[in-house]
């Protein structure tokens, strides 16, 4: 996997969210939700979704607030969609798979599959599985259907 190393603590976690967000904001798709809707100082949103990450992939923080809560104030104000999350999953695995390569970092790529399905499931009802979006797109139902293959690997093998 050339020189990429794994994400191997809260160092690399703050590295690989300052990547992901900087593309997020600047996103056409999702970017005004952080943006215009949230008007999310990333300042102030780093350390906390730092802490969220790190407690779930490594155990070692303390995250206490309800992530369900500001992402069910945005799909209040501006539904968000399958393609929307869809979206988040492909600049996630983008940024992730950028910069780390191992167990870790494939992890963390499950994991944001998960969180980006079951918010979208909890907010709509809504599993993805009729959305296409154009080329690059990772729709929901893929992810869904991988999951459910088993295909994740974590690092015990190729694909």
């Avoid at 979704?49 to 992530?67: C, H, P, Q, S, V």
Wanted: a positive charge; aromatic letters at 10%.
């Amino acid at each position: 996997m050339g020189t990429r190393r794994d994400i191997g603590g809260r160092g690399d976690l703050d590295e690989l969210l300052r990547r992901f967000y900087g593309e997020a904001f600047a996103d056409p798709l999702i970017g005004p939700f952080f943006t215009e809707i949230a008007g999310t100082d990333l300042e102030v949103h780093q350390p906390r979704i730092g802490d969220f990450w790190e407690r779930a992939l490594f155990r070692t923080a303390e995250y206490k607030r309800n992530a369900m809560v500001p992402h069910s104030k945005l799909h209040a104000a501006r539904p968000l969609t399958a393609a929307d999350f869809g979206r988040w999953v492909q600049l996630w695995h983008a940024a992730v798979d950028g910069r780390y390569a191992g167990p870790n970092a494939e992890r963390a790529k499950a994991q944001g599959e998960r969180i980006a399905v079951s918010m979208l499931k909890r907010m709509t009802g809504a599993d993805g599985s009729a959305v296409s979006v154009g080329p690059g797109f990772v729709p929901l139902a893929a992810v869904r259907l991988r999951a459910a293959q088993g295909l994740h690997q974590f690092g015990c093998g190729g694909r």
